[in-house]
């Protein structure tokens, strides 16, 4: 059961000697504290009933007030509808509806909470949200198209660039949003989404699936301001016939046997960038489309009896799979550098520090932009004119497997929690049924 109380933050003095009051809300070891706008000198505070005494000048509104604020709290608690409701709930209900908290200072603990768990990529994305968000937020509709996208695009590179001289961390972004109180959840509704997405539609030139993960994001932080009673439901965009997020699924294409034939046949130069490349790709290839990041992260402990043991990063479920002889050719190029290479197969970590989560990001992330600049060569010297980049080599495992593996054994090899994630992904790649149907009606 909650404890409610009156209290006074002495912690808190100020210059003149008087003491802030506060509702202290208390249940299970968690304490919450809401300030009530009020002064007393400690020598006019009963703290024992948890009231002003009479010396205090205006001791009989003052506990009026007080009262009131008291009760208002303990019915919150009582009277809840909902099953439990924490300190932390209690206190943003009694600021009401739209909280003291912007969106920015929620947004910002989400973000931080999952740079402190070592989701880096999940961080820097949602951070990029944000930073989205401030650019339509200070948008100057008068202004010409082209200066606000270059406008944009400079703001972009200024913050790159200072983060590449260490001028500016990730933390530091996480701090800057922390401080900006210029958005309440509340002047989030309808129009308000409507005229972001059309924002990052015209400015940012974002196609629609990277505009539903910003809209996904929004609802997200929402439903933990809700819950958190920052927010009052009622202002909730997304419910009902409101904003819907509309989810499109752009088709995957995936190299076809004789594509992959053509790469496999190229021979670079040994030790050289796009050599690496070549056999980072291959690799994730050869392990069913194993995911690149995963790859560069390999390690020889990796490997036992003809087998690879991994855990994925992006789900952390693990897998084994046997060596392809495929996968061994490669490999054995770079078993002499097993101690150069710090345990790692491949050299891009070798500098990194295992204990530094974030530098193992960065240089993971470093590697996978610069094997993509290296796959677009590649593409060119084979005469494949499809997007080669480091996500195909998975697509290309499920254009190439179609419907020849069971579904259930893809969903293993995939890693998928479900069989409809599989079966959803594995429809891009089947393509027999509807051709056949095509022809039946086409060639009478």
């Known amino acids: 059961m909650a404890s409610i109380k009156i209290v006074l933050r002495k912690n808190m003095m100020k210059k003149d ?3 802030p009051l506060a509702l202290r809300i208390s249940e299970n070891y968690k304490t919450n504290y809401k300030w009530l706008g009020q002064y007393v000198f400690e020598k006019d505070w009963d703290k024992v009933s948890g009231k002003a005494k009479g010396s205090h000048p205006n001791h009989k509104k003052l506990n009026n007030f007080l009262m009131k604020k008291l009760t208002e709290a303990n019915d919150l608690y009582f009277d809840s509808k909902e099953k439990s409701i924490t300190p932390k709930q209690i206190k943003y209900k009694l600021k009401g509806p739209g909280g003291s908290k912007s969106f920015f200072t929620v947004a910002a603990e989400r973000v931080k909470s999952k740079y402190d768990r070592g989701t880096f990529s999940v961080a820097k994305s949602e951070l990029s949200i944000l930073y989205n968000i401030e650019e339509f937020l200070s948008l100057k509709s008068s202004s010409r198209k082209n200066d606000i996208i270059e406008a944009i695009r400079k703001r972009r590179n200024e913050r790159i660039s200072k983060a590449r001289r260490s001028e500016f961390s990730f933390v530091d972004g996480i701090n800057h949003f922390k401080k900006n109180k210029s958005l309440k959840f509340r002047d989030i509704d309808e129009s308000f989404l409507k005229r972001y997405k059309t924002f990052c539609s015209v400015y940012l030139n974002q196609k629609t699936r990277t505009i539903s993960n910003q809209l996904i994001f929004i609802r997200t932080l929402f439903n933990i301001a809700i819950k958190e009673g920052i ?15 509309q989810l499109g699924s752009g088709n995957k294409i995936g190299l076809t046997t004789k594509e992959l034939e053509k790469i496999e046949s190229l021979q670079f130069e040994p030790q050289s960038s796009i050599w690496h490349t070549h ?13 690149i990041s995963d790859v560069v992260k390999l390690r020889w402990a990796d490997f036992k009896d003809n087998r690879l043991y991994y855990i994925m990063n992006k789900n952390e479920k693990p897998l084994s799979l046997k060596i392809p002889d495929k996968a061994s050719v490669i490999l054995n190029f770079y078993k002499e550098a097993q101690r150069e290479n710090k345990g790692y197969v491949f050299p891009f970590l070798k500098d990194a520090d295992p204990k530094k989560d974030v530098e193992i990001f960065r240089k993971t992330r470093n590697a996978t932009t610069l094997f993509n600049k290296y796959l677009k060569r590649i593409a060119s010297l084979c005469g494949i004119d499809k997007n080669l980049s480091n996500h195909i080599a998975r697509h290309s495992f499920g254009n190439i497997a179609g419907d020849k593996i069971h579904p259930l054994m893809l969903q293993k090899l995939y890693r998928h929690s479900d069989l409809k994630t599989t079966l959803n992904y594995q429809a891009n790649f089947i393509h027999k049924d509807a051709d056949d149907a095509l022809d039946s009606v086409i060639n009478f």
């Open 17 to 19: 000697g008087t003491i």
């Open 231 to 245: 927010v009052d439901s009622k202002f909730y965009p997304f419910s009902g016939e409101r904003e819907r997020i």
């Open 279 to 291: 056999n980072v790709w291959l690799i994730s290839f050869y392990f069913a489309g194993m995911r």
